[in-house]
């Protein structure tokens, strides 16, 4: 799978993937996941290692308990070439100074989800 830097495509991939970091409500976040991740999906970090959507909702909730109030969101633009994928975040209160920075690296299947995220803090959360 070939990609151009902010396709329409991985644009809305990444916009779900955000989503789902965000979301608070177990229903619509599994859904997330399941869009947005392959059935056999990973993601590790330093912090976390999950598989599959199962896993990786179980992480997201335990993050999201650790860190009440606070959203990852982008900063600057997705980056994607062939089936490989790039994004910045900060995670910060709703209108706040992050507290936490990181870049994620992707690999997109071939229906376009996410096989496997791999990410790296920036700037490790104080919390």
């Known amino acids: 799978m070939t990609d151009t830097t902010n396709s329409p495509e991985t644009n809305e991939l990444i916009g779900r993937y955000i989503a789902a970091w965000?979301?608070?409500d177990?229903?619509?976040r599994r859904a997330l996941i399941a869009r947005t991740w392959t059935e056999c999906g990973s993601y590790v970090d330093p912090l976390a290692e999950?598989?599959?959507h199962a896993g990786i909702?179980?992480?997201i909730e335990g993050i999201r308990a650790?860190?009440?109030g606070l959203r990852?969101?982008?900063t600057g633009a997705v980056e994607s070439h062939h089936d490989r994928v790039r994004l910045?975040?900060?995670?910060?209160?709703?209108a706040g100074t992050p507290v936490a920075k990181g870049t994620d690296f992707g690999v997109l299947a071939d229906d376009g989800r996410l096989r496997c995220v791999t990410g790296f803090l920036d700037t490790p959360s104080a919390q």
């Open 22 to 24: 965000n979301e608070t």
């Open 26 to 28: 177990p229903e619509r």
């Open 50 to 52: 999950s598989r599959g």
């Open 57 to 59: 909702d179980a992480m």
């Open 66 to 68: 650790r860190l009440p």
């Open 72 to 74: 990852f969101r982008l």
């Open 88 to 94: 910045c975040w900060e995670l910060a209160p709703e």
